[in-house]
C-alpha cells in the first residue's frame, strides 16, 4: 500500500511515527514504530515527507538521521525510503488523496502538526526540458538557469517553500490567537485592520476563523487562496506583518530546523513579485487601508466569492 503522508505523534517522553497509507478503503493510519527520542521520528517525518514530493536530497537526509537507530527500527524506516523512490521511479507521486489525508488527520488531533508543511517543494529546479539540471543543484551550476533560475522560464521560484510555509502559518495562528483573545477580553490586540475595530464579537469570531482556515490550507500543502472577503483581508494583514515579525524564535524552533532549506526562505518580496500569490484584491486593500468603512459594505465580508468552493460550514470554532 502506497504511503501518503508521514506524522510524529508524541508518547511519554518519547515519540510514535505513522504512516498514512492508501487503501482500497480509503487512508487507513499504520504504525512504524516508537523512538525514545521524540526529535527523531520528527526529523524523519520531515524527510520522508519531501522523498514523497520528489525532493532530491531528501533520501540522502533520511539515510543520515537512522544511522544511530535500533536495527529493526532502521529497516522499517529505509524500507519506507525505498519504496517511495521506487514509486519515483515508476512515475507515480503525490496525489490530492495525500493532502486531505494529512488534512483530516491533523484536524482529528485538534492541533496543527509541523510536518504536514514539508508537503511543499525548496525548488522548482529539475523540470526544464532543455538544460537538464539536476534538481539537487538548485540550478547553481546551470549556464541556462543561471543560480536564481532567472534565466529559465520553467525553472523559476517554487511558490511556497516548507520553511516560509512555517513562518506563514505561525503568523496566521498567532493573529488568530489575538482575534480570539479581543473577544474573551474587550481588549483590542491589533490582530486585525483598524477599520474592524468597531465591529461585533460574531464578527471577530469568524474573523478569526478566517485566519485559522488559512493556516489549515497550508497544512494541505496549498498556498492559501481566500474564498471570501474576509479571507482576502486576513491574508492580506498577516501578509503585512511579515516585515515587522520578529522570526528569531520561529527559526529556533526544531520544527523549523528539521524543514528542509531553500533559496527561497525570507525572500517574501521575489516570491510575491514572481508568483503573483500576494495580490488579495483592490477591494481587500481598501478595508486594510482605511480607517473607517462605511456600514452598508460589512455585509458581504463573509460571503464566498463567485466560483469559489465554500468552506464547510459545519467546521466551528476554535475551541
Not at 526544531?254 to 518580496?269: G, I, K, M, N, V
Request: with cysteine.
Amino acid at each position: 500500500m502506497p504511503d501518503l503522508f508521514f506524522l510524529p505523534q508524541s508518547k511519554g517522553n518519547g515519540a510514535m511515527l505513522f504512516s498514512i497509507q492508501e487503501t482500497p478503503n480509503g487512508p487507513e493510519l499504520s504504525k512504524i514504530g516508537t523512538f525514545d527520542n521524540p526529535d527523531e521520528p520528527r526529523l524523519i517525518a520531515a524527510a520522508l515527507n519531501a522523498a514523497l514530493q520528489g525532493e532530491a536530497d531528501a533520501l540522502a537526509k533520511i539515510h543520515q538521521c537512522v544511522t544511530s537507530l535500533p536495527g529493526p527500527l532502521r529497516k522499517a524506516v529505509i524500507e519506507r525510503a525505498e519504496d517511495i523512490e521506487e514509486t519515483h521511479r515508476g512515475g507515480g507521486g503525490p496525489t490530492e488523496t495525500a493532502r486531505k489525508a494529512a488534512r483530516a488527520l491533523t484536524e482529528s488531533l485538534g492541533r496543527p502538526n509541523p510536518s504536514m508543511l514539508s508537503i511543499f517543494r525548496t525548488t522548482a529546479c529539475g523540470r526544464c526540458p532543455d538544460c537538464g539540471c539536476a534538481m539537487d543543484e538548485d540550478c547553481a551550476k546551470c549556464s541556462v538557469c543561471g543560480p536564481d533560475g532567472h534565466g529559465c522560464g520553467e525553472c523559476g521560484p517554487v511558490g511556497m517553500t516548507p520553511r516560509n510555509a512555517f513562518v506563514l502559518h505561525h503568523v496566521l495562528r498567532d493573529l488568530a490567537d489575538r482575534t480570539y483573545f479581543t473577544v474573551r477580553s474587550n481588549f483590542w490586540e491589533y490582530s486585525l485592520p483598524a477599520s474592524v475595530e468597531t465591529q461585533t464579537d460574531w464578527f471577530l469570531l469568524h474573523c478569526a476563523r478566517a485566519y485559522d482556515d488559512l493556516a489549515s490550507d497550508l497544512l494541505t500543502g496549498k498556498i492559501p487562496e481566500p474564498r471570501c472577503l474576509a479571507e482576502s483581508v486576513a491574508f492580506g494583514y498577516a501578509l503585512s506583518t511579515l516585515g515587522r515579525f520578529r522570526t528569531e524564535s520561529v527559526r529556533a524552533d526544531e520544527s523549523y530546523q528539521a524543514l528542509l532549506t531553500s533559496r527561497f526562505d525570507d525572500d517574501w518580496d521575489f516570491l510575491a513579485d514572481r508568483s503573483g500569490m500576494f495580490d488579495v484584491g483592490d477591494r481587500a486593500r481598501a478595508f486594510l487601508t482605511s480607517d473607517v468603512i462605511e456600514e452598508d459594505l460589512w455585509d458581504e465580508w463573509f460571503k464566498p466569492y463567485p466560483n469559489v468552493k465554500p468552506r464547510d460550514k459545519a467546521r466551528g470554532f476554535r475551541g
